[in-house]
């Protein structure tokens, strides 16, 4: 019996200690497809993929680079989509931030190596310029309660801050219970110094990450699209769920506007992770959603997008525990134990 999944592909920021050998651990088999990224990263003069996934030692300041963090999350959520059991039929695919530009690989829009092509480009480009930087902050409680008040008056804070002179702030990404900020140094220090602390960890600074999907990025996306060509864009095989929560559906998708999206408005305008998700949900209602790894972070911004638009009843955190437990409907290729569900 056919199981029907939306895919998931995360971004930035999930490639961390635990993650180093991801591709040798999992994708063995993969050796064709990763011998095509190494040769990309080679002939740009960059270190191959496999040798940095093959490093025994992780370092912080190296793999948190847009330019080695952005080809390795790629090539490791890549090869998980190609992973599948075949009982499992992808029915729509969306992803979080750069996880865009996977899902337009995974989703057939982009071939695998023109996918690594953009992401690459894309992620030295950040890194090169690395204009403005990025925090984030949560809304909701710990039951993952929606609390639009809260999300309203904290947002009026980022307007209010951002219309300081000197000061850059906006909303970068909607992410389940967070709410990813991006500026510059000023306007991200007063947001750090307005609100209260949470759980000993908000707000917290992202490393090595610019101003993703904000005014300020305008720079990258000029050169992105003076670097990337519109003839690389394809039709999708399967839908695809945008930043605005928008599907791209085969056979009536216009490859120049999906192009002008990737490299325009997906770069400088904030990204609704939430919504994506929720759309998904709403328009799919699929079996399960599978978010690929490396990594087990975006399960948690998965989980409460659902919650927060009353998917199959669940409510709040402990509903969508008990229906987890009940029937795993979040299955994260990152943990060994749930991906062991998804693949053959």
């Not at 490299?263 to 328009?283: K, S």
Request: hydrophobic content about 45%.
């Amino acid at each position: 019996m056919t199981r029907t999944a939306v895919l998931i592909c995360p971004g930035r920021g999930t490639y961390n200690k635990p993650e180093l050998g991801y591709l040798h651990r999992h994708h063995g088999n993969k050796a064709a497809l990763f011998a095509g990224f190494d040769a990309l990263r080679a002939a740009a003069g960059q270190e191959e993929v496999t040798t940095l996934d093959g490093a025994e030692r992780f370092s912080v300041a190296t793999y948190s680079r847009g330019d080695i963090a952005s080809p390795l999350i790629y090539a490791a959520s890549l090869a998980d989509a190609q992973s599948l059991a075949s009982d499992i039929e992808v029915v729509a695919v969306t992803g979080n931030s750069m996880g865009w530009y996977i899902a337009l690989a995974a989703a057939g829009a982009l071939s695998a190596d023109d996918g690594f092509t953009v992401v690459n480009t894309m992620g030295t480009l950040m890194q090169e310029q690395l204009i403005g930087g990025q925090l984030v902050y949560p809304f909701t409680g710990g039951d993952w309660q929606d609390d639009p008040a809260r999300k309203a008056a904290l947002l009026a804070q980022v307007a209010e801050i951002n219309a300081r002179a000197g000061h850059d702030l906006a909303l970068s990404i909607n992410l389940g219970g967070m709410l990813v900020l991006a500026g510059n140094e000023a306007g991200l220090a007063a947001f750090e110094a307005a609100v209260p602390v949470v759980d000993e960890r908000f707000p917290m600074r992202l490393a090595n990450h610019a101003a993703f999907h904000t005014a300020l990025q305008a720079p990258v996306a000029a050169e992105g699209r003076k670097r990337l060509d519109a003839q690389m864009f394809t039709q999708p095989e399967v839908p695809l769920i945008d930043g605005r929560g928008q599907v791209w559906w085969p056979g009536a998708t216009d490859t120049q506007a999906l192009w002008d999206y990737t490299l325009g408005h997906q770069v400088v305008e904030a990204y609704d992770f939430t919504r994506a998700i929720q759309n998904a949900a709403l328009e799919f209602a699929p079996d399960l959603f599978i978010v690929t790894g490396p990594g087990t972070t975006l399960g948690s911004a998965v989980a409460q997008s659902l919650v927060h638009t009353g998917w199959q009843g669940m409510t709040g955190k402990e509903a969508f525990k008990a229906r987890q437990a009940e029937a795993p409907l979040l299955i994260s290729m990152g943990d060994d134990a749930q991906r062991a569900l998804v693949t053959g």
